[in-house]
């Protein structure tokens, strides 16, 4: 028997991505939210959630405009997106403050992290709130990713991407592989 | 400049958690789905979303009983974890099949999954219907953490349990630490 130990209700799914979320308009208002409260939702349409406090300057942003970005983030974008997380785009210019570069979307004039390895645009569906979170729930309208983690076949290979996940209060690189879906079912293909 | 390419609308947010759910009553129908769409959505009160495809074994289960436990993986469950997101509770009794034990949830009669790590309990509060997948968002009603990962100060030590993370259909174990939230604005501590 497994020892247990009960502790009191809390946000112990982990580990979660962390990731930059854009908003505003690249050329006017340009701002970024790092957040963990993040997940797709949906595969078709491929949908995505992220839940924001209310109080947090990116959230009437985001609810005017309809549109937010989310960047993955990399090695070289941690440290810039923890001070995202913890500083106010009420007090900064946080583009100006990392040194990042924000960039025009596809299907709208919201601004994106050009440094980001993945850039997802979204468009808000439904805002539901929950509590000290709101939750927008969005649609995936494009995804643009950096050339160099195209590989020869023209297939996307993001282990090159260096993600960065969040754990508990830590970011964390990705460590080996364990699998690919699947494997556990998968004939082993003895060689000739 | 950074050359982009442009994909497709798809589900690229990663990396993802990867969660063993489990559902249906410890002593009658026990049951597990492996999935990666999910995600934490409010601090408080402490919710969660959960997706799943209507045709799943584990829809009605949880739809009819309003409960699941959301199991963390490690590295010991991950095998067992790929398995039962391929195969179907319908065909199989999943417990059995991967030696893994159910026991009861504390509040309800659920089934946890013995030799996870880290077991979530959590109460259906909404079903939205998304379109391929109904996002099931829940309210976290208990944790239990394995014994064994609490320090002698009684705090939780996640970095010892061996998470296991999902991006882009692999399995990755967690790999070292590039901060601790907040880190970006902390003072050296200079040592006297």
């Given amino acids: ?25 690249y050329d006017i208002n340009p701002n970024i939210i790092t957040l963990a409260w993040a997940g797709t939702v949906c595969s078709d349409p491929p949908m995505l959630s ?20 989310v960047n993955l983030v990399d090695g070289n974008l941690i440290r810039a997106a923890d001070w995202c997380g913890v ?3 009420r007090d900064f210019n946080k583009f100006q403050q990392t040194g990042l570069t924000p ?9 994106m992290i050009e440094q980001s ?12 709130p929950l509590g000290t979170h ?3 729930l969005a649609e995936v309208k494009s995804v643009h990713v950096n050339a160099c983690l195209i590989d020869k076949t023209g297939r996307l290979d993001l282990t090159k991407a260096d993600l ?23 004939k ?3 060689k000739k």
Same sequence: chains 1, 2.
Avoid: W
């Fill in 134 to 136: 709101d939750m927008f």
């Fill in 1 to 25: 028997m497994v020892e247990k130990v009960t502790f009191k209700p809390g946000t112990m799914l982990n580990p979660v991505p962390v990731v930059m979320v854009s908003c505003g308009k």
């Fill in 50 to 69: 992220i839940s924001l406090r209310k109080q947090r300057f990116s959230y009437d942003i985001i609810k005017e405009s309809g549109f937010f970005v």
């Fill in 188 to 190: 082993i293909n003895l």
């Fill in 117 to 128: 390895p993945v850039n997802i645009e979204c468009e808000v569906k439904q805002i539901i």
């Fill in 87 to 89: 500083k106010s785009g």
């Fill in 164 to 186: 960065s996940v969040y754990s508990h209060g830590v970011y964390h690189k990705l460590g080996h592989e364990t699998g690919t879906f699947g494997f556990s079912v998968k």
């Fill in 103 to 111: 960039i025009k979307a596809a299907g709208s004039d919201c601004c």
